[in-house]
Nanobody, 127 residues
Framework: QVQLVESGGGLVQAGGSLKLSCAAS????????MGWFRQAPGKEREFVAA????????RYADSVKGRFTISRDNARNTLYVQMNSLKPEDTAVYYC????????????????????WGQGTQVTVSS
C-alpha cells in the first residue's frame, strides 16, 4: 500500500518562503507521476503543481507559476515544492498525490487523476 507523508508546513509572513516535502513508501516511487494540491477552508481542492515520473516534465497552476518549484528525488523517494514570495491567498492545507498509471513524461492536473493522497500539511501566510 502506498503511503505519502507531507511535512514542512507552518506559519510564514507574506513574501516569505517554505519548502514542503512528501515522503513516499510502499511502491517504487519512480513509477509514479506526482502532484501537489491545496485546499482552503470552504473551497474545493485545487491543483498546484505536477511532475512526471523522472522529473523531466513539470506543470504549474497559473496562480503559482514563477513562485513555486516542484522537484523530486527518486533516490530518496521524496517529492518537494519550494514556495517563494508567499501570499495570504496561498494559505491552505497542501496535499501530495501519486499516479501510478502514468507514462514516462506525463503530468496530471486533476484531482481525479490521482490514486493516492497524503494527509496534508497546513500552510498559513500572514499579511
Amino acid at each position: 500500500q502506498v503511503q505519502l507523508v507531507e511535512s514542512g508546513g507552518g506559519l510564514v509572513q507574506a513574501g516569505g518562503s517554505l519548502k514542503l516535502s512528501c515522503a513516499a513508501s510502499g511502491r517504487t516511487f519512480s513509477g509514479a507521476a506526482m502532484g501537489w494540491f491545496r485546499q482552503a477552508p470552504g473551497k474545493e481542492r485545487e491543483f498546484v503543481a505536477a511532475i512526471s515520473r523522472g522529473g523531466a516534465t513539470t506543470r504549474y497552476a497559473d496562480s503559482v507559476k514563477g513562485r513555486f518549484t516542484i522537484s523530486r528525488d527518486n533516490a530518496r523517494n521524496t517529492l518537494y515544492v519550494q514556495m517563494n514570495s508567499l501570499k495570504p491567498e496561498d494559505t491552505a492545507v497542501y496535499y501530495c498525490a501519486a499516479n501510478y498509471r502514468s507514462s514516462s513524461y506525463q503530468t496530471y492536473g486533476s484531482v481525479r487523476d490521482y490514486d493516492y493522497w497524503g494527509q496534508g500539511t497546513q500552510v498559513t501566510v500572514s499579511s
